[in-house]
């Protein structure tokens, strides 16, 4: 069963090759850390940070939760919350990003990597999440329509990753039934 848990270093391996197989198969829409620097020393070393932007404490950068996706012991991907609407968040990234790893992908991991992190926001006090996706990413769209996500617009976009792009923004209500 898939469960969504809080960064830990029993899972570094599984997620250096999520990481590796995003890069591999040049996945833009969603870039995970790059796994050269991902050695046995990375999650100690960057604990500390995480650990800063999860309390809001980095300037200039939202606060920031950060899940592990794992079914069976096995890294499948990640969740993330961010709970500020900020500039960047509204747009460029918004309030929830998540990723499956290619060689899972297809199988509903996303669905509910995405059901159980709504339930994660309405935790925190959230009413209501916006999902920022390339409008090239099908599966994604799918995802966040199957959930109640409704499309407020599509504006054009750009970051490194991604280049210049089309970005559909979807609200999701979390008081809704079902979410």
């Known amino acids: 069963m898939l469960t969504l848990l809080r960064r830990s270093p029993e899972y570094v391996g599984g997620y250096r090759e999520y990481c590796q197989e995003l890069y591999d198969h040049n996945v833009v829409y969603f870039r995970p850390t ?12 960057t604990k500390e940070w995480y650990d800063r932007k999860e309390a809001g404490l980095i300037p200039g950068q939202p606060t920031s939760i950060h899940y592990w996706a794992v079914d069976d012991g096995k890294f499948i991907g990640e969740f993330q919350l961010r709970l500020e609407l900020t500039e960047e968040v509204m747009k460029g990234i918004g309030s929830v990003g998540y990723a499956v790893r290619v060689s899972e992908q297809g199988k509903g991991y996303g669905k509910e990597i ?66």
Not at 142 to 147: A, I, K, Q, R, S
């Open 34 to 45: 790059n796994p050269e620097r991902i050695d046995d020393h990375w999650f100690e070393r």
């Open 114 to 179: 995405l059901k159980q992190g709504l339930t994660i926001a309405k935790a925190y006090g959230m009413s209501k999440v916006l999902l920022n996706i390339n409008s090239t990413n099908e599966a994604s769209i799918h995802v966040c329509e199957g959930m109640g996500g409704r499309l407020m617009d599509t504006v054009k976009a750009y970051n490194e990753a991604e280049g210049e792009h089309l970005m559909r923004r979807y609200w999701i209500d979390l008081a809704e039934e079902g979410n």
